[in-house]
């Protein structure tokens, strides 16, 4: 008890001192809030509470987007990029620790939220079929990682109606292809859902069985 009292103080000191530094212009917030995420980082490692390590891996994605924004890419908007790939990053950690399916999710989509940003603010033209694209390669990782030993096979599924649509979008988008597509589109999610949905009951009365 007196160990974390100890450590809680020093960490109180640290915040002080950073705020201190903030008020008398020595640090911008952004630096502050880097110092203090490396300083609840150590101390996860020093005292193993995973409350420090979602607080110093939280702190550090928000920091980093600002400053790699600022210094390494100041002619490009990259801050929804390095936003959610940090986040995306962080949940993959607590992924590691926690291994819970959710952060698994979050933490492969939202990189690819953030690949599919920064692609449309570096491209011309319509580049939508990316997203989808994306997600599919996200939701198949998923799958590998996640799901696939213990036979549960609808991040495949959903991998592959994500490919398939960005196969469409990019057809679509192209003016030698002229058909209905929104009207294909509209047929087609419903069919699609249905099939998973078919898929899933047969899976779990065979389970039963």
């Given at each position: 008890m007196r160990k974390n009292n100890y450590f809680?103080?020093?960490?109180?000191?640290?915040?002080?001192?950073l705020f201190l530094l903030l008020n008398l212009r020595v640090l911008s917030f952004d630096w502050l809030l880097f110092i203090l995420s490396v300083g609840f980082i150590i101390s996860y490692f020093i005292q193993g509470h995973i409350g420090y390590l979602i607080s110093g891996l939280t702190l550090l994605a928000i920091s980093l987007v600002s400053l790699l924004n600022e210094y390494a890419f100041p002619g490009v908007n990259i801050?929804?990029?390095?936003?959610?790939?940090a986040f995306g990053i962080v949940s993959l950690v607590l992924y590691v620790r926690q291994r819970s399916k959710a952060f698994l999710i979050f933490g492969l989509?939202?990189?690819a939220l953030g690949t599919y940003n920064l692609i449309e603010e570096l491209a011309y033209g319509d580049v939508?079929?990316?997203?989808?694209?994306?997600?599919?390669?996200?939701?198949?990782?998923?799958?590998?990682v996640g799901y696939s030993k213990s036979g549960i096979e609808w991040p495949k599924h959903l991998s592959l109606i994500m490919v398939v649509i960005s196969i469409l979008f990019?057809?679509?988008?192209?003016?030698?292809v002229k058909f209905g597509f929104w009207k294909f589109i509209s047929y087609l999610w419903p069919i699609l859902l249905i099939g998973i949905g078919v898929k899933i009951i047969y899976n779990m009365?065979?389970?039963?069985?």
């Amino acid at each position: 008890m007196r160990k974390n009292n100890y450590f809680f103080g020093l960490l109180l000191v640290l915040i002080g001192v950073l705020f201190l530094l903030l008020n008398l212009r020595v640090l911008s917030f952004d630096w502050l809030l880097f110092i203090l995420s490396v300083g609840f980082i150590i101390s996860y490692f020093i005292q193993g509470h995973i409350g420090y390590l979602i607080s110093g891996l939280t702190l550090l994605a928000i920091s980093l987007v600002s400053l790699l924004n600022e210094y390494a890419f100041p002619g490009v908007n990259i801050k929804g990029f390095l936003f959610l790939w940090a986040f995306g990053i962080v949940s993959l950690v607590l992924y590691v620790r926690q291994r819970s399916k959710a952060f698994l999710i979050f933490g492969l989509i939202l990189p690819a939220l953030g690949t599919y940003n920064l692609i449309e603010e570096l491209a011309y033209g319509d580049v939508s079929w990316t997203l989808y694209l994306l997600f599919g390669i996200a939701f198949y990782i998923i799958y590998i990682v996640g799901y696939s030993k213990s036979g549960i096979e609808w991040p495949k599924h959903l991998s592959l109606i994500m490919v398939v649509i960005s196969i469409l979008f990019l057809l679509s988008s192209k003016t030698t292809v002229k058909f209905g597509f929104w009207k294909f589109i509209s047929y087609l999610w419903p069919i699609l859902l249905i099939g998973i949905g078919v898929k899933i009951i047969y899976n779990m009365i065979k389970i039963k069985e």
